[in-house]
């Protein structure tokens, strides 16, 4: 709820029970009445008790306003006047919940119950201090050494002092002068329960009961998992929860199941991550695989019939190669940006390895290249997405870089292949800048690995990518 709504509700209902707890006692007591101030005060401070207790702490909310308004009734008529006992002893034993976990709780509630709607056992001074000091055995023996016990501990056993000291001042004082000053002290440790039990009120922490779920999922046994759940719905609650309360099961069960299913959800994503890289390497390597193939048909059906022509050319009598001059020139051309076309689509001589692969690299630019490479051998796909992280940063550094060295190093790094490529020019790439670049992160992480750049402006560029291997 919103908080000027909830503002509004509580409000809303202060207001409502002051006036008619106003009303009531003036209508009994009168405006000059002795009993009008503690009778008042005392329905006023459980109308508080109520607002406080909105909505979080439903329970409470409805047990105080029940015992609001059998106060106020037992104010306006006789035969009414104990009924908010039986609220009051059901607040005590399941504050702030709606039902207590242990039976001899909810026992003694249906007895508190069954006495306030019985007058004469309330008004019998000799039931009235058994069923007082019957309370306060159950609040001791329920609730143990926890602050919240304590203070409805203490609660119950004031009330049950006012009740049996109460019963014996009418008893001993004659004529009923007792009522009124016995009837002043019950009001006080009314209004008194109803400020501790008000200020005991907690909110529930979500971050706590996340915490709990999280600690049940590490929790092997269920013994373990009662006794956690018990001291963490005590935390949340406010008051103590035995081990033994259905609500601890039921929250055991409920978190069990929780945590059951996010590991199938995580299970589930693994296994679906897992596919999808799977289905990655498996599209490279058909590419790489289609790259090759394509070389090869190029290979046999282009460049070599190309050279056949131009040695045919060559060979051809004097005054047949004048005129074929040109056309010898276009064939050398053509075999030319052939070659280049084929070397591009994909990296043959990695069957020599990656230096064998990266050399013809080196000499052809018109830059200085030293390499370092590791001979160990590794997987293929592994080994071409090294070649083409090579590849791509020598073509960056003759083309955009202006470098005039280029230094690319590939080793073993325990369980990861690491290759880097470091030139001395202009720096300032991107990796998001280019696609080749985002190709090669893509293949690259596609593999397991990861590609990371650094290129100060003036201050050359470096480019770094490590792929696991086993």
């Not at 007591?29 to 207790?53: K, T």
């Not at 056949?308 to 009598?317: A, F, G, M, T, V």
Request: proline share 5%; glycine share 10%; charged share 20%.
């Amino acid at each position: 709820m919103p908080a000027v709504a909830t503002v509004a509700a509580r409000s809303a209902l202060v207001l409502a029970g002051v006036v008619a707890a106003l009303v009531a006692s003036v209508v009994a007591h009168g405006w000059e009445g002795s009993l009008l101030v503690p009778d008042l005060v005392a329905a006023i401070a459980f109308v508080v008790l109520a607002a406080r207790a909105w909505p979080d702490g439903r329970p409470t909310f409805w047990l105080a306003l029940a015992f609001t308004v059998a106060w106020i009734a037992g104010t306006l008529v006789a035969y009414g006047l104990y009924w908010h006992r039986g609220f009051l002893v059901h607040l005590l034993l399941s504050f702030p919940r709606a039902w207590p976990g242990r039976r001899l709780h909810r026992l003694a509630i249906a007895g508190g119950y069954a006495a306030s709607v019985t007058p004469f056992v309330w008004s019998s001074d000799a039931a009235a201090v058994v069923l007082a000091a019957a309370l306060a055995s159950v609040a001791a023996f329920s609730w143990q050494g926890d602050r919240p016990g304590r203070v409805v501990r203490w609660c119950s056993l004031a009330f049950a002092v006012v009740v049996v000291v109460g019963s014996g001042a009418r008893s001993v004082v004659p004529q009923g002068r007792a009522v009124e000053p016995v009837f002043w002290a019950y009001a006080l440790v009314v209004t008194a329960t109803a400020v501790v039990l008000g200020l005991g009120l907690r909110r529930a922490d979500p971050a706590r009961v996340a915490d709990l779920v999280v600690e049940l999922g590490g929790l092997t046994g269920r013994d373990d998992a009662t006794a956690s759940v018990a001291r963490s719905l005590s935390d949340v609650l406010g008051a103590p929860v035995a081990e033994d309360d259905p609500l601890v099961a039921r929250t055991v069960d409920i978190a069990r199941r929780m945590t059951a299913t996010h590991r199938a959800l995580e299970d589930e994503t693994r296994r679906r991550l897992g596919e999808v890289e799977a289905s990655r390497r498996r599209l490279l390597a058909a590419g790489d695989d289609e790259r090759r193939h394509l070389q090869e048909r190029l290979q046999q059906q282009v460049i070599e019939p190309l050279g056949e022509l131009e040695r045919r050319i060559r060979d051809s009598p004097t005054g047949a190669g004048a005129s074929l001059d040109g056309a010898g020139a276009l064939v050398r051309r053509a075999i030319g940006e052939v070659g280049e076309t084929a070397a591009g689509l994909g990296p043959r001589a990695l069957e020599a390895g990656l230096e064998a692969a990266l050399r013809p690299l080196t000499v052809s630019g018109p830059v200085s290249v030293h390499l370092s490479i590791v001979a160990e051998r590794f997987a293929p796909e592994i080994e071409a997405a090294a070649y083409y992280v090579c590849a791509e940063c020598l073509v960056n550094a003759f083309k955009h870089a202006g470098a005039a060295t280029v230094v690319i190093v590939a080793r073993r790094d325990g369980s990861r292949f690491e290759v880097s490529v470091s030139d001395d020019g202009a720096g300032g790439a991107d990796l998001d800048a280019g696609s080749g670049l985002r190709g090669l992160r893509d293949r690259v992480d596609s593999l397991g690995g990861g590609v990371e750049i650094v290129s100060p402006p003036g201050a050359g560029t470096t480019v770094r990518a490590w792929m696991p291997v086993s």
